[in-house]
């Protein structure tokens, strides 16, 4: 299970599960120097690279508790055990384009522990590419949905709060949730208002 996703502007980007990523190589390409970004947004922007690509290689190299593909996932939920998998945007020409670390809690939901965009390569892009979070976690749903998760969990931070309130409109301004279905249709809504195609592949 990966996913394709086409854009009006006819610009198309793929989601894929990771697996045995050169982690140090990954948090590079996140320190490229942004177009136009504050020192500030670059260096938030490396400092989620480097968490999100960590702890994905501590769970992986240390503790085993990863999945590299949606079988694998199923089959680790089926036995109730925690797990995390990587999923990566990646562009037409191959270039890793956001990241975003899921969890398989013990409670049977799933958490968004990390999501961060590469924007380095999306606002390089002409015309740049837009939404890459908000894609991935259109990928974290999919695969939340396929395997009955019940709700989907989000860690807020000060300046993501506003754009995780369009995901997860929970009462909670630091830790969001909401039915997986639920929020499943609302992001399908904004895919489809904004002319984005979202596909599953084969």
Same mark, same amino acid.
């Given at each position: ?6 854009? !009006?502007?006819? =610009? #198309? %980007?793929?989601?894929?599960?990771? /697996?045995?990523?050169? %982690? ?6 996140? /320190?490229? !120097?942004? !177009? ?5 947004? =670059?260096?938030?922007? &490396? ?15 240390? +503790? ?5 593909? +949606? ?10 055990? &925690? ?11 191959? =270039? ?14 799933? $958490?968004? *522990?990390?999501? $961060? ?26 695969? /939340? ?9 989000? &860690? ?20 969001? +949730? *909401? #039915?997986?279905? $639920? ?10 208002? %904004?002319?984005?195609?979202?596909? &599953?592949?084969?």
């Amino acid at each position: 299970m990966n996913w394709t996703v086409n854009y !009006p502007s006819g =610009q #198309s %980007i793929t989601i894929r599960w990771a /697996g045995a990523v050169d %982690i140090i190589g990954r948090i590079a390409q996140f /320190g490229q !120097p942004i !177009p136009g970004a504050r020192a500030g947004d =670059q260096k938030t922007i &490396e400092t989620y690279a480097e968490a999100t690509y960590l702890k994905y290689r501590s769970a992986r190299d240390d +503790f085993a508790a990863t999945a590299t593909n +949606f079988r694998d996932w199923s089959r680790r939920r089926a036995r109730n055990q &925690e797990t995390l998998a990587l999923l990566e945007a990646r562009t037409s020409d191959d =270039q890793v384009a956001g990241a975003l670390l899921l969890r398989s809690a013990w409670t049977g939901d799933i $958490v968004v *522990d990390f999501v $961060v965009a590469n924007k380095a390569v999306t606002l390089a892009a002409n015309p740049p590419i837009l939404n890459i979070g908000t894609m991935l976690v259109a990928a974290a749903l999919e695969v /939340g949905f396929h395997t009955a998760a019940p709700l989907i969990w989000a &860690e807020t931070a000060s300046y993501s709060t506003k754009w995780w309130q369009l995901i997860l409109p929970s009462t909670h301004e630091f830790i969001r +949730f *909401d #039915s997986v279905e $639920v929020s499943r249709h609302r992001v399908s809504q904004f895919l489809t208002q %904004i002319g984005v195609e979202f596909h &599953e592949q084969d």
